[in-house]
């Protein structure tokens, strides 16, 4: 698939490209390929893991192959957490086995908004991030390399990532 080969290329040259997708396929290819080149950190925000791309058997291999790497963590906030949903799921397995890690926590109302519609999120490494502007059809943007851009979405998500704004989800299932 052309998408595949030209997000990977991007991805593993750290062009300064923007790149779009626009539904759960080129989502999942764009995820994969922003933590199998991330070396230090990833944040996301999202709904609730709850979905085919979040427990992808490959895209799980590759979470899980970042968190066995030194010092590597995952931040995740939600904004609509659903406990009973989460911990039956693969994902969750991954993430528990990272308890030093990884942090979840959940937002305690509303969602965050960039331009002032509300937004899911991955950065990585102070360098790549993907936005979803429109969470249901999956429409996103983002740059593999974009260093200004990945900074501020990585100092936006800390804000929230406060007991001011949400609360610890514990991985101990």
């Keep these: 698939m052309e ?3 030209n997000i990977e290329r991007l991805a593993s040259d750290k062009k300064t490209e923007i790149f779009y997708n626009s539904c759960d ?3 999942l290819i764009v995820l994969k390929n922003l933590v199998k080149n991330a070396e230090r950190y990833i944040k996301i925000i999202c709904g609730n893991l709850c979905s085919d791309v979040s427990n992808d058997e490959e895209y799980l291999r ?3 192959n970042f968190l066995s790497k ?3 963590t995952i931040d995740i906030l939600f904004d609509n957490y659903d406990n009973q949903c989460f911990e039956c799921l693969p994902i969750f397995g991954i993430l528990k086995k990272y308890p030093r890690q ?3 926590r959940s937002l305690i109302s509303g969602h965050i ?3 002032e519609s509300p937004v899911h999120l991955t950065v990585s ?3 790549a991030f993907r ?3 429109e969470i249901d059809k999956k429409m996103a943007w983002g740059n593999f390399n974009d260093e200004p851009k990945a900074r501020v979405f990585s100092d936006a998500f800390d804000r929230f990532f406060t007991d001011k704004y949400s609360t610890l989800i514990p991985l101990a299932g």
């Design 113 to 115: 908004n960039y331009e």
């Design 70 to 72: 030194n010092n590597t």
């Design 62 to 64: 590759i979470v899980d």
């Design 3 to 5: 998408y595949a080969k």
């Design 125 to 127: 490494d102070d360098r």
């Design 131 to 133: 936005l979803e502007t």
């Design 25 to 27: 396929e080129h989502a």
């Design 102 to 104: 990884v942090k979840v």
